[in-house]
């Protein structure tokens, strides 16, 4: 009898600690972020009013209607009189970069932020165990992520990855490839670094589509420290929820609305399609669809299951006509039953305010993005983290709310997350010494008064002045 009740436990047990071990592996999967830091560069590096004139002035292949279309980008791009550009800029040399300016620009990032993020988290850098790097347009042999590992004398066993290519959704491309990791390691301390090279990338030209990204991308970067080390999650800032991406590069017209090319007279840039923002918008609404069921309570799923049917219904009886006017595209769910915050991407005055349409938020929600494209600019994958950093300077993030970070890439992609925070959080980065100032009264930036003339102007009969 003894030996049947033993013989008959072993089973359950079996069961037990297969379950227990399973419980176990399923925590340590778990993705944290332990600190991060944006980088804020040097006053020096700022770009004012009166120095955009001066860059638009040195380039000799625009003329009357480049002014007035740039002018009119300028003023309604939602960009302020703090962002900060290149040291290449600063010295005049737009027209003729060189290797060193681009992967000096970059040590100048990895230096400042890598460094205070580690020390911060009182974390060596030889307790690093990954290290994955994403600037889309700068290649350097050997890699940057080789320089962060000779700099800081890394192990030898760390695992590193460098992105390149990937545009402004890089950073959640870099985290899903940590979290990937983490599920099949122990206890690993991962740093994420996210950054873009513009030194290079200064278009010269008189393409529109082209000229378009100088009036937008800003210099910036962050350094994340990751860990799944589940003995540290009470000292973490927040734990990943859920992770999605959504690509578009088999849509012919996708893939090519974002795209590094020459121009007709060989001049290198990045080129704007005026179909970016179908594009984006079709890939916003896949990502939606993966995305909306696994961070909604479900009485909110079936409140929208409940409202497309009746709509439907209206439809085939005629109530709705088909060929009534539609308004901006919106989702139909009420994002905010359960997300609380929303890191949206820099993208410009445009994105913010189309994200703002369709997920149905308010000003307060839209703020952080705002300001952050006011103060540092388009920042490309970087910039989510500058929003989130405004959040934790105005003391929003509480223990247990909910942010979901949307950002978008050439490709064209769409990748959105949702963080839940782990503790009140209130430090403000790189907001700390200015978060008092926003927002400010007006975004309105003094380009149209300083420059407005230019408007006036009669193409037979313009010349560029001696000071513009």
């Known amino acids: 009898m003894e030996l049947f009740i033993l013989l008959s436990t072993i089973p359950i047990l079996y069961v037990f600690f297969t379950l227990s071990k399973w419980v176990n592996d399923l925590r340590d999967q778990q993705c944290y972020i332990l600190d991060y830091q944006c980088y804020k560069p040097s006053d020096d590096r700022m770009v004012g009013t009166k120095f955009c004139g001066e860059v638009i002035k040195r380039n000799k292949n625009l003329g009357l209607n480049e002014y007035k279309f740039l002018l009119k980008a300028i003023v309604s791009s939602g960009i302020g009189e703090q962002t900060y550009a290149p040291r290449i800029m600063f010295d005049g040399r737009e027209e003729c970069p060189k290797l060193e300016d681009g992967i000096s620009e970059m040590d100048e990032f990895l230096h400042d932020s890598i460094g205070k993020v580690l020390s911060r988290a009182g974390i060596s850098p030889q307790e690093i165990d990954v290290l994955v790097v994403n600037v889309s347009m700068l290649a350097a042999v050997p890699s940057l992520s080789s320089r962060i590992v000779n700099h800081y004398k890394m192990r030898p066993d760390i695992k590193s990855f460098d992105l390149t290519g990937m545009g402004c959704s890089a950073s959640l491309i870099s985290l899903d490839i940590i979290r990937n990791v983490f599920k099949s390691y122990k206890n690993k301390f991962a740093l994420l670094v996210t950054s873009e090279s513009l030194s290079m990338n200064w278009y010269t030209g008189n393409d529109r589509s082209m000229i378009l990204a100088n009036c937008l991308f800003r210099s910036g970067g962050c350094a994340i420290l990751l860990t799944n080390n589940k003995a540290l999650k009470h000292q973490a800032m927040f734990k990943l929820k859920c992770l999605v991406r959504t690509h578009h590069g088999a849509k012919d017209e996708s893939y090519s609305v974002c795209t590094q090319k020459e121009d007709d007279q060989g001049r290198m840039g990045f080129h704007l399609s005026k179909n970016l923002p179908k594009a984006a918008t079709r890939c916003f609404v896949d990502n939606l669809k993966v995305i909306t069921p696994k961070i909604l309570p479900v009485r909110e799923l079936l409140r929208f299951m409940a409202v497309s049917v009746v709509k439907k219904w209206k439809q085939r009886c005629g109530s709705v006509p088909k060929g009534a006017p539609e308004g901006p595209i919106k989702a139909g769910v009420k994002f905010k039953s359960g997300v609380d915050h929303f890191c949206i991407h820099t ?122």
């Open 347 to 468: 993208g410009g005055k445009a994105v913010i305010d189309g994200m703002g349409v369709s997920l149905e938020l308010s000003e307060y929600d839209l703020e952080p993005a705002r300001m952050t494209l006011h103060r540092y600019g388009n920042t490309s994958a970087c910039s989510l983290w500058y929003v989130l950093a405004y959040m934790e300077a105005k003391k929003r993030l509480k223990k247990g709310h909910k942010v979901l970070m949307i950002s978008f890439g050439s490709g064209f992609k769409c990748n959105s997350c949702v963080w839940e925070v782990v503790r009140d959080l209130d430090d403000g980065n790189v907001w700390k010494d200015e978060i008092e100032r926003y927002p400010p009264k007006t975004l309105l930036n003094p380009y149209m008064e300083k420059y407005g003339w230019i408007q006036d102007e009669d193409l037979s009969t313009f010349k560029v002045p001696d000071e513009i």
